[in-house]
T-cell receptor
């Protein structure tokens, strides 16, 4: 099966600009997650979709971040306006709906964001 | 105190060596435990889940001690291809979603010829 794909792989923007990251989960995976790793820190959870609904968005840092998953397929994560501290690698992951596979996440290769 | 703590390393070992990684977690409500592997500039990949009874997968053995809130990973007969960062990960579903994984910062392993 095709893996989790993310676009772009790397984005360089200036402070104050807007960036939209996209994630295509594995087909049939209802659960979609966003994580990020800022330099020198551990990977941290941002939010979790079940289909098109936000199940848990406790990790979203502030209201400059907006995640959507219209139609329950791909997801976008928009940062507007971007700040320097938003630089890092944004990972998307997906998993099956329920059962033993629900917390076995498959990660995408990540989108590296550099804010200048 | 960090939720998941690991020795950052790096661990530099020769091929064939046995290497052990340790991890502690702070939340006693943690229910699921994993080791992930991350190669440089790549995504984390699940190496193995960790069960209370301990589990083995080839050269890899994982142990969990719930009383001490301690997780370990043992790699025997290390190969050059084992060089990577090993991430200790826990999951605390109650109050958080099932995929809300808590990551350690990782321990870097470098296996030398």
């Amino acid at each position: 099966e095709a893996g989790v794909t993310q676009f772009p792989s790397h984005s360089v923007i200036e402070k104050g600009q807007t960036v939209t990251l996209r994630c295509d989960p594995i087909s049939g995976h209802d659960n979609l997650y966003w994580y990020r790793r800022v330099m020198g820190k551990e990977i941290k959870f941002l939010l979790h979709f079940v289909k098109e609904s936000k199940q848990d968005e406790s990790g979203m840092p502030n209201n400059r971040f907006l995640a959507e998953r219209t139609g329950g397929t791909y997801s976008t994560l928009k940062v507007q306006p971007a700040e320097l501290e938003d630089s890092g690698v944004y990972f998307c992951a997906s998993s099956r709906k329920q059962g033993s596979g629900a917390n076995v996440l498959t990660f995408g290769a990540g989108s590296r964001l550099t804010v200048l | 105190r960090k939720e998941v703590e690991q020795d950052p390393g790096p661990f530099n070992v020769p091929e064939g060596a046995t290497v052990a990684f340790n991890c502690t977690y702070s939340n006693s409500a943690s229910q699921s435990f994993f080791w992930y592997r991350q190669d440089c500039r790549k995504e984390p990949k699940l190496l193995m889940s960790v069960y209370s009874s301990g589990n083995e997968d080839g050269r890899f053995t994982a142990q969990l001690n719930r009383a001490s809130q301690y997780i370990s990973l043992l790699i025997r007969d290390s190969k050059l291809s084992d060089s990577a960062t090993y991430l200790c990960v826990v999951n605390i579903p109650p109050g958080g979603s099932q995929g809300n994984l808590i990551f350690g910062k990782g321990t870097k392993l470098s296996v030398k010829p």
